[in-house]
């Protein structure tokens, strides 16, 4: 995860001094965090079978999904682990039976505990509920405004609902943010959702690149092109540069496609050439991808990824083993390549200058499409001379443009 919020804060104050910004003479350290931070799909149903689904979830039952009694003896095994932060998901997590009692246990446990949803459930009848669980952050899937997001979603009326859920959060002061994912076919919309944000006064906005895996492999050709990747961070970068600048505090996060702080590294360099030192410090000290160090999944059988894009790459199922035994055991090859710093990259990423900011990018892009995954992530928008690569890549750079166009919200 790129908080680009972070970075951008912290320029400005670099700009509000006098002195010139100060690098340490020290080589950066990547920060590390005590336990990873957990995503934790409780349940694979979903009232919604959406187009760019990980889990390929469906509105069913499915066997064999841990039991309240053993999420519970989980949980203690993650606090023994030093896990800081769960993130409930699913499918949809409001359809747990005991997701209430599952919230507010963990934060009885000192968890930092986030409900990921598609908003559709959230109504008058369990708000009350959301509200005095003390979840610290509910986020809410949307794909664009009204017709793009129920097509994505595949119901009509998703929109809507995901909305009321947002003003009724809002409405119970719960911190509530919005999730995109973009391709190809929802780009246009992300202006708006931007404009939906401050309308709303809906406090994170967090951008997804188009991971392949799940339902999202299946339709890699609706990912969006390099160029329109770069539009859309120019996008994300002046909005949260704006609310720096004005002071204030919302967050704007990105996922999946850890060249975004090498991008946000070159826009420094273009506008603020002074701070491109520092700049540069505290993204390497970042560290990129964090897959099977920082960020963990576990799925609804109980069987732990390396993250959530990772669902077909077990490695072992908190019903057998200890989940901080599976975690730091790196007999397994791409745990111990993953925790490995650097790691044993090759391609376009071995060559790259900044591999100390990115981390090598997200791997499962690379393993779903060669096989190996430590070959060049195929979605790393940089060109080579930005990258100082001057040997030939084997990846295609010249894919056509498409424009974005501003939709209507007539």
Same mark, same amino acid.
């Given at each position: 995860?790129f ?29 590390? &965090? ?15 079978? !959406? ?7 469906? =509105?069913?039952?499915? +066997?064999?999904?841990?039991? @309240? ?29 005991d997701?209430?009692?599952? %919230?507010?246990?963990?934060? %009885? ?7 990921? @949803?598609?908003? @559709?459930?959230?109504? /008058? ?29 595949? +119901? ?11 003003? &009724?959060? +809002? ?6 943010g ?15 959702l931007?404009? &939906? ?6 406090? +994170? ?16 050709a ?5 160029r329109t990747?770069?539009?859309?961070m ?5 909005? !949260?540069?704006?609310? *720096? ?14 060249a975004?702080?090498?991008? &946000? ?12 030192? *520092? ?24 069987v ?7 669902w /077909? ?38 060559q ?12 499962v ?6 096989? =190996?995954?430590?070959?060049? /992530?195929? %979605? ?20 056509p ?10």
């Amino acid at each position: 995860m790129f908080r680009i919020s972070q970075f951008m804060q912290a320029l400005h104050q670099l700009q509000q001094t006098d002195e010139p910004a100060a690098v340490p003479t020290t080589p950066p350290k990547r920060q590390t &965090l005590p336990g990873p931070v957990v995503i934790w799909n409780l349940i694979r149903r979903c009232n919604l079978t !959406c187009k760019h689904c990980y889990s390929i979830s469906a =509105d069913t039952h499915f +066997k064999g999904e841990l039991g @309240t009694d053993e999420i519970y003896r989980v949980m203690d095994d993650l606090k023994a682990a030093r896990v800081p932060v769960l993130i409930l998901s699913g499918g949809e997590p409001l359809l747990h039976p005991d997701i209430f009692p599952i %919230a507010r246990r963990a934060k %009885a446990m000192g968890f930092y505990v986030g409900l990921s @949803t598609n908003g @559709t459930l959230i109504n /008058d009848q369990n708000i009350d509920d959301i509200a005095t669980t003390g979840f610290d952050y509910v986020g809410i899937s949307l794909d664009g405004l009204g017709d793009t997001h129920d097509r994505f979603r595949r +119901k009509a009326g998703a929109f809507d609902a995901s909305l009321a859920g947002i003003r &009724l959060c +809002k409405s119970r002061q719960i911190r509530v943010g919005i999730r995109f994912t973009m391709t190809q076919d929802n780009a246009a919309e992300l202006p708006l959702l931007l404009d &939906l944000m401050n309308q709303e006064q809906i406090d +994170k906005f967090y951008f997804s690149h188009l991971n392949y895996a799940g339902r999202g492999n299946k339709h890699r050709a609706d990912d969006v092109m390099h160029r329109t990747t770069r539009w859309a961070m120019d996008q994300l970068f002046e909005a !949260c540069w704006q609310d *720096a600048r004005q002071g204030r505090h919302r967050e704007f996060v990105t996922g999946n496609n850890d060249a975004d702080g090498v991008y &946000l590294l070159q826009w420094v360099r273009e506008r603020f050439p002074a701070y491109e030192a *520092a700049m540069r410090y505290q993204l390497a000290r970042w560290g990129g991808n964090a897959s099977g160090v920082n960020v963990a999944n576990i799925d609804n059988l109980g069987v732990v990824h390396p993250d959530t894009m990772w669902w /077909d790459y077990p490695l072992g199922n908190v019903r057998d083993r200890g989940f901080g035994d599976i975690w730091q055991d790196t007999r397994d090859p791409l745990m111990a390549g993953l925790k490995q710093h650097p790691r044993p990259l090759k391609g376009r990423c071995q060559q790259c200058r900044y591999v100390d900011i990115c981390g090598g990018n997200t791997r499962v892009r690379a393993w779903q499409i060669t096989g =190996d995954a430590w070959q060049e /992530d195929p %979605a790393c928008y940089m060109l080579d001379e930005e990258l100082g690569i001057t040997a030939a890549s084997q990846r295609i750079t010249t894919t056509p443009y498409i424009p974005i166009k501003r939709v209507s919200t007539c």
